[in-house]
């Protein structure tokens, strides 16, 4: 018997020694055995190495997403911080516009600060939803804000504007042009010149004829025949202490108790009543008195302007 083909023996003799067992095996069936426990460990080692291969492939699969996801929290965050940047402009226009129309008298800061700009670093997931939920918040309040500004400001404007009309208004009933544009042929005051006496107006050059035109907005008292020397006159009240009379005409152009504006023709030049040849007597009523009209026929005169409220802005 070769040495491959020895046979080996193995008694096994339980403990009551009644049977004998024997196992008889050669060196092939040794070598058999060992292959066939060698292919058993490299399969165990290929099955685990495959495995460890695929946890390493899951592990660089969740590192890219990881890595995905942090990049895109940053790219929001970064959206984030572009978003607070604009509310705080917005915010800054809308205490700009409160301070403009005067809307920031004692009123407290009660607009929803806009999120601070975050320093560079990383971001996690729960830092920038709060971020985001902060900016929400106050975009709603800053939002509110506007709304309330621009209604602020809308009703300034008109209230500004019906102003300005108020007086624009005030403005068009004090004299201010010269009723036929001719020059001064007599002052106001004393005079010799027909007679002796105390000229409560001007003479102003003009044609027969010529139209004459209010000095002012108003409303006409009287059209028609004085008695007082005056010839045909017309009386304006312009309801604000002033009344302008223009005497000697022709003929008018208007009756009692119509509503005349600044410039409207209101009569004819003439001669009429104590009057020695064609012109047009002006005269400017205050509060009852004459006052000298000369300074009123090239504009409201400075003196008067002075006492006037500031027309207001738009």
Known sequence: MNGVNKTFLIKIIPPDGYSVYKVAFTRRHLAALAAAISIALLAAAGIHTYQLHV???????????????????????????????????VQRENADIKRMIGADRGEHNQHAAAPAVNAPGRRDF???????????????????????????????????????????????????????????AAGYGWRTNPWPEFHKGVDLAANYGDQVRAAAAGTVVSAGWDPGGFGIKVDIDHGNGYHTWYAHLSRTAVGPGERVVKGQPIAFVGTTGESTGPHLHYQVMYDGQPIDPAPYLNGVPPHVLATLPDSPGV
């Open 55 to 89: 946890a390493e492939g899951n592990v660089r699969e969740l590192q890219a997403l990881t890595a995905e996801q942090q990049t895109k929290l940053e790219t929001i965050d970064r959206q984030a911080d572009e978003l607070a940047n604009q509310l705080k402009a």
């Open 126 to 184: 729960a830092t920038v939803q709060t971020r985001l939920r902060n900016l929400v918040r106050a975009s709603a309040v800053t939002r509110d804000d506007a709304r309330r500004v621009e209604l602020l400001a809308m009703r300034v404007l008109n209230l500004r504007r019906l102003a300005s009309i108020a007086h624009e208004r005030f403005l068009a009933g004090i004299p201010s042009l010269n009723p036929v544009g001719g020059a001064i």
